[in-house]
């Protein structure tokens, strides 16, 4: 159950702009065996969804503190993210899993008001795909 935990949470944590890796925790606990391989896969891509759904969160709210001087981003900023994110639109969402560009898709999406329950249902399957492909690897 441990196992389990942890790999929520290290998933969880992959899915957030903090920089750290789930892949080597899927596969620890894939090669342990003591879950079967469905609930491990089922395990880390909830957690992450569940990260990546943090993310979508801060950036949906984070826009109504921009007045502020701490304010992380310039209106220039905010723009070009919007400019980039438009040229694909909510279809790129699919490619959240990918390293680098994927936890800030998923937070430009919440700054770019993306109905969360699209944002949910192409993260997940995005999200899904990538650890069954992993899982199917081992």
């Known amino acids: 159950m441990i196992l389990m935990g942890s790999l929520f949470l290290g998933a969880f944590l992959a899915a957030t702009l903090l920089p750290f890796s789930s892949e080597v925790m899927l596969i620890a606990a894939l090669a342990a065996g003591d879950f079967p391989p469905s609930v491990v896969v089922a395990t880390a891509t909830a957690g992450n969804i569940l990260g990546s759904a943090l993310n979508w969160l801060v950036g949906r709210f984070l826009l109504s503190w921009q007045e502020h001087r701490w304010f992380p981003f310039t209106p220039a900023q905010i723009e070009s993210a919007s400019v ?45 795909a990538r650890y069954a492909a992993l899982a199917a690897a081992m």
Do not use: E, M, N, Q
């Open 84 to 128: 980039r994110f438009s040229r694909y639109g909510s279809w790129s969402l699919l490619f959240a899993f990918l390293p680098v560009v994927g936890d800030p898709l998923t937070f430009a999406a919440g700054l770019l008001k993306v109905p969360f329950w699209r944002f949910l249902i192409l993260v997940s399957i995005g999200k899904t």
